[in-house]
């Protein structure tokens, strides 16, 4: 990261919440599925049903919850929202069985969604000039704690015991309380005015919908190199089992490095926009890398699946860099929290249903597959630019805050006798 600390109070202060939240995150991301597998014993059939149940459900807390934080003010929500979140992991510990398991990730999920759009407002009103860039920093930091927190993990998964596994459980509910009262450092933000007409504009506004479904596909992205690479790779390939997780500190890597740096140059939707085009094409290039890694020697698979995911990487930054931009360029000030709870539900739609794409594309299918998915990921990169257009042209500007008129020689002297009686 070109800057270890953020330049304002409170940006420091988002930025801690969200280091010590995403610790948490890696505990969870690393051998949450382990748990109730192997210490609770659910089937693994039974754990996808549930997290896909749980995602489901979560699509449209975000909205609600985003225009309750634009309405009631951003940060008391968005504590609000850790809480829950903390609480409903801590109840991990009691799901010993289906319905159980499938409340506690439910609300757990459906908190963590309800969180990211509660949080916009914070980024977009401490975020300075170009919040967009302040999201990209926060992105860094994610991928930092979630490193921590993965290699924190790995004990757990070494020890493998249900005690082992609850301490960790336990560990990440504490994670996202302590985040909580981290904010209680930070300012208040007032409630945005409510304005005139329908309550809920960002789901009347079909240029963003259009976006919302395009950056959904994309989104699928995401499950590329923790789905359908080691599965890949595992399955198809003769590379070296460690290269799973040379993958993704690779990718960690790179995100942590360049994320900030990716963002700079995209200051505007258009460009965000095209950032959306190089990241399909990236993708598209990616994609055709792997497949070929199939059937060659071990040297080099390793060759083709290391540039596949550095090509992806890259790809991952413009791809995030773009949705910053377009998700809060054009979401009205006064309705941002609504506006990123509607971005969310493509990528929360593309949670539900992205690793069982990939894996009957490229993993069922082989190596056609993944062309397949490549040629998706370059087609919603060719169309994001059209509909930025689309949604641009849709807009009116927002007006400027009219500053106070300055007072007449008169008025100010009137003002001096009311404070001083003479």
């Known amino acids: 990261m070109p800057k270890l600390l953020p330049d304002t109070g409170p940006q420091r202060t988002l930025a801690a919440s969200n280091f010590v939240y995403t610790v948490g995150s890696g505990l969870f991301l690393t051998a949450g599925v382990l748990y109730f597998t192997q210490a ?121 015991t249900l005690d082992a596994y609850r301490i960790l459980v336990v560990g990440n509910a504490l994670a996202f309380a302590a985040a909580a009262v981290v904010l209680v450092l930070l300012p208040p933000v007032a409630p945005a005015p409510a304005s005139e007409g329908p309550r809920w504009i960002a789901l009347r506004d079909r240029p963003y919908l259009v976006l919302t479904a395009l950056d959904g596909i994309m989104a699928v992205q995401f499950k590329v190199l923790t789905v359908a690479v080691p599965l890949w790779l595992v399955g198809s390939t003769t590379a070296p089992h460690w290269l799973v997780s040379g993958a993704m500190l690779a990718n960690t890597v ?33 994609c055709g890398l792997v497949s070929l890694s199939a059937g060659v020697p071990a040297w080099a698979a390793v060759a083709l699946l290391l540039t596949a995911v550095v090509v992806h990487t890259v790809g991952e930054l413009w791809h995030s860099a773009g949705g910053f931009e377009v998700s809060f360029a054009l979401a009205p000030r006064h ?7 509607v971005f969310g539900l493509g990528a929360g739609l593309s949670e539900a249903i992205g690793p069982g794409l990939l894996i009957a594309l490229c993993i069922t299918w082989g190596r056609p597959g993944w062309f397949v998915v490549g040629a998706l990921f370059a087609l919603a990169g060719l169309l994001t630019p059209l509909a930025v257009r689309r949604a641009e042209a849709s807009r009116a500007p927002e007006p400027a805050p009219t500053p106070a008129p300055a007072p007449t020689p008169v008025t100010a002297a009137r003002r001096t006798v009311i404070r001083t009686g003479r």
């Open 40 to 160: 609770v014993h659910l089937p693994a059939a039974t754990v996808g049903l549930g997290l896909g149940i749980a995602g489901l459900l979560s699509l449209a807390v975000g909205i609600a919850v985003g225009h309750l934080a634009d309405r009631h003010g951003a940060r008391g929500v968005y504590t609000a929202t850790l809480v829950v979140q903390a609480v409903a992991t801590a109840g991990f510990v009691l799901a010993d069985g289906f319905w159980p398991f499938v409340v506690a990730v439910s609300t757990a999920t459906g908190a963590k969604a309800a969180g990211l759009a509660a949080r916009a407002p914070l980024i977009r009103h401490y975020g300075g000039d170009r919040p967009q860039e302040f999201r990209s920093y926060l992105r860094a930091v994610t991928n930092v704690g979630i490193s921590l927190g993965a290699l924190l993990a790995g004990w757990a998964v070494q020890v493998g």
């Open 254 to 286: 790179i995100v942590v490095g360049l994320q900030v740096r990716a963002s700079r140059g995209i200051d505007s939707p258009r460009a965000g926009g095209r950032a959306y085009r190089r990241a399909g094409a990236a993708f598209l290039a990616s």
């Open 335 to 341: 309705a941002t929290g609504q506006y990123l709870g």
